[in-house]
């Protein structure tokens, strides 16, 4: 099945600076990876996806690149602010295949932004 | 239009009780899947419902069972209660027919084991 790796575990930033979090995945047959930010005690919430097919998707000022050849995929957030502070899951699936809503997610990434 | 919505949202139970979880999903969609986030850790995949079927499975034992009913709704139950089965417990529901991939997740019900 699949496995997804996610790094860092922790992340701590200033106000403003950008914040970068990687992801890989095993299974080749993976087409869908969305990403998820969860505050304390609240429910997943997707910001951001992005399938096989394209390479790079930006929405303000949170971006998702792919690597298919490397099985990777990473998180881009820019100017971050106090609000970002969060777990951030990736995840993978193979979103219409036999494995369809089955998401695989990484062991998250506690990011901190400091005023 | 109402999101993904699950009950209760936190219970104690005591280790071999059995635990009813509740489950509607975004209005229009028919699949629901339950995941369990122990804490600090991120969603396992327990099973899939769609057409009030299990369509799929994760690695759990057979203490953990579901159904899904006409109107989409699901359960989630789990028998013989063990210390390692607190956690949040989470719906999420999506659309079979044109599927994006995209999951709605519901606020969870939080489980704890005593």
């Known amino acids: 099945g699949e496995n997804v790796e996610q790094h860092p575990s922790t992340l701590s930033v200033q106000e403003g600076d950008s914040a970068v979090i990687k992801c890989t995945y095993s299974d080749s047959a993976s087409n869908y990876f969305p990403w998820y930010k969860q505050e304390l005690g609240k429910r997943p919430q997707l910001i951001i996806d992005i399938r096989s097919n394209v390479g790079e998707k930006k929405d303000q000022r949170i971006a998702v690149t792919l690597n298919k050849t490397a099985k990777h995929f990473s998180l881009h957030i820019t100017e971050t602010q106090p609000e970002d502070s969060a777990v951030y899951f990736c995840?993978?699936?193979?979103?219409?295949?036999?494995?369809?809503?089955?998401?695989?997610f990484g062991q998250g990434t506690i990011l901190t932004v400091h005023p | 239009d109402a999101g993904v919505t699950q009950s209760p949202t936190h219970l104690i139970k005591t280790r071999g009780q059995q635990v009813t979880l509740r489950c509607s999903p975004k209005s229009g969609h028919d699949t629901v899947s339950w995941y369990q986030q122990a804490l600090g850790q991120g969603p396992q995949f327990i099973f899939q419902?769609?057409?009030?079927?299990?369509?799929q499975r994760g690695n759990f034992p057979d203490r953990f069972s579901g159904h899904q009913f006409p109107n989409y709704s699901s359960e989630l139950n789990v028998n013989a209660l063990l210390l390692g089965d607190s956690a949040l417990y989470l719906c999420a529901s999506s659309l079979t027919r044109r599927s994006t991939g995209e999951l709605f997740f519901g606020e969870g019900s939080r489980l704890t084991v005593l």
């Open positions: 995840a993978a699936t193979n979103a219409g295949g036999t494995s369809y809503g089955k998401l695989t």
């Open positions: 419902y769609y057409e009030e079927e299990e369509r």
